[in-house]
Structures are given as C-alpha cells and as structure tokens.
C-alpha cells in the first residue's frame, strides 16, 4: 500500500522560493506564471496495514512528524 | 489556470532524505513504513493562456526550469 502526502505552506505564509523561482521564469520570459508555490511531496511505502488503519496512521505521521503546524499544512491519499 | 507538478528522484537514485525520514519514523515506533521518497510539488498560476498553450509552457517549465533531468524526473497536470 501506498501514501502521497503534500506538505505546504499556509496560503498566509509568505514562500520567498516560490517568489524567486516565478522571478526566475519571468525573466526566462515565462511571464505567464504569474505565481508559484513551492511544496514538498512524499510518497510512503507502508506494509501490513488495513486501509483504515493506514488512513490514521499516514494522519498522524503527516501530522506529527512532516508538517509544521505553525506555518505549513497537509493534505493525503491512500493508493490500492 | 492553474498547474500542479511534481518533481522525483528518479526511482534508480538513492534518496537519503527520504531514508532519514523513513529512519527517523522507524524510531519513532511507525515500523510499517517501509520506504520513504521526498519529492518537490510546485503550484504554478498561469494568466491568459488557452489550455494547449499551458500544457506546452508549464512542459517546457518542468523540463528545463524545474527538474534536473541528469537525476529527476517529472509530471504535471493542468487545472480549471
């Protein structure tokens, strides 16, 4: 079984690497990209569990270890 | 117009971000994760371009711009 977690910051928190890549491509000549958010993604390979019980363990590990709930938030699936 | 995309290792090289998470998550008690893989994850606004024109640019974003191609690999999807 498998997990995606995405990991981003709050749409509150200022990402200055978003910024600076959309900069970035503005000045390839990408001006079209008018924003860009940059977050992280994790895939987990997880054996030996229901999908239930994958489903509350991914939250808690999304939760408690990967995100910083002061400033980043999380979203999951669980495949197969 | 929005996109998403994805940026991985490539599933031949080691990630030894990844493995420190799955590591730490081990030690931690959360035996059943059994590999870890870290990727990056960008959300790109795009204004006025028809969804053709952004399949093509955000293409060519992830391929030259976004991703390493000597180690990485990508996908992306457009949205709205």
Redesign the interface.
């Known amino acids: 079984m498998k997990a995606h977690v ?1 990991v ?1 910051l709050k749409s509150t928190v200022l990402d200055p690497q ?1 910024q600076t ?1 959309q900069r ?2 503005s000045s ?1 000549g ?1 001006s ?18 229901s999908r239930e019980e994958a489903q509350t ?1 991914v939250a808690r ?1 999304a939760k408690d ?2 995100t910083n709930p002061v400033i980043e938030e999380f979203r999951f699936e669980i495949l197969e």
């Open positions: 995405w981003m978003g890549i970035a491509l390839l990408y079209t990209v008018q924003d860009v958010r940059q977050g992280k993604f994790f895939v987990l390979a997880l054996g030996g569990l363990q590990i270890v990967l």
